[in-house]
């Protein structure tokens, strides 16, 4: 383990493990369906390539990257469009949005309504990491790998000032990486 990590909060196992779980209630919930993955860049490119591999229909990949802001009075917020999904076809795709971690819920919610209003068949969610005590926006995904408490953590794509990604494992960060 690398010298800012306080501890491993997923192992490689257990986040293969929930990856192949997921993989499966996808391959139920969509059968027969056109099925559209679109991981959210940047940080869920890591499980986005381990879940398509684990998901035995067949499945399209897209990516869009966002950020998220909303004031810290406004409960609604908004997200910043940097990379939009690009398809002609969006009316005849299911779209399963793959996010890394959900926290205020902003993005995910707006992303679902700006989706809909595109015109696209159905939208879904599947997050591997789920942070319910910290939601600004009443929002849940539909599928979901793991509960995680309140804690700041990297790795398996997820960052902190870009670092990071590239952990195997799913670590919590020493607060002294960030409180500097
Ligand atoms: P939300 O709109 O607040 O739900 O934002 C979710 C986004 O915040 C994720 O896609 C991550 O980029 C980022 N995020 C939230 N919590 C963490 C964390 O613990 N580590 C790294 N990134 C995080
Ligand atoms: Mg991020």
Redesign the pocket.
């Known amino acids: 383990m690398i010298k800012e990590i306080e501890r491993k909060l997923v192992t490689e196992a257990e986040i293969q493990h929930i990856v192949s779980r997921i993989a499966g209630e996808i391959d139920r919930a969509y059968e027969g369906k056109h099925l559209l993955l679109l991981a ?1 860049l940047k ?1 869920s490119v890591v499980f986005m390539g381990d879940l398509m591999k684990k998901i035995r229909i067949p499945v399209e990949i897209d990516f869009m990257k966002v950020s ?1 802001y909303g004031g810290g009075t406004t409960s609604s917020g908004n997200i910043n469009i940097h990379l939009d999904i690009q398809r002609k076809d969006i009316q005849d795709c299911d779209i399963l949005i793959v ?10 919610a707006h992303l679902v309504e700006y989706l809909k209003l595109k015109g696209a068949k159905s939208v879904k969610t599947c997050t591997l990491l789920d ?1 319910p005590s910290r939601r600004v926006v009443d929002y849940n995904a539909d599928f979901v790998g793991k509960i995680i408490p309140d ?4 790795g398996y794509g ?3 000032d870009e670092k990071f990604r590239a952990l195997p494992y799913i670590g919590v960060l020493k607060p002294e990486v960030y409180q500097k």
């Not at 996010?99 to 995910?108: A, C, Q, Y």
């Not at 804690?151 to 990297?154: G, H, I």
């Open positions: 959210i940080g998220s996010e890394d971690i959900i926290d205020s819920g902003r993005t995910l942070k804690e700041f953590v990297v997820l960052d902190y």
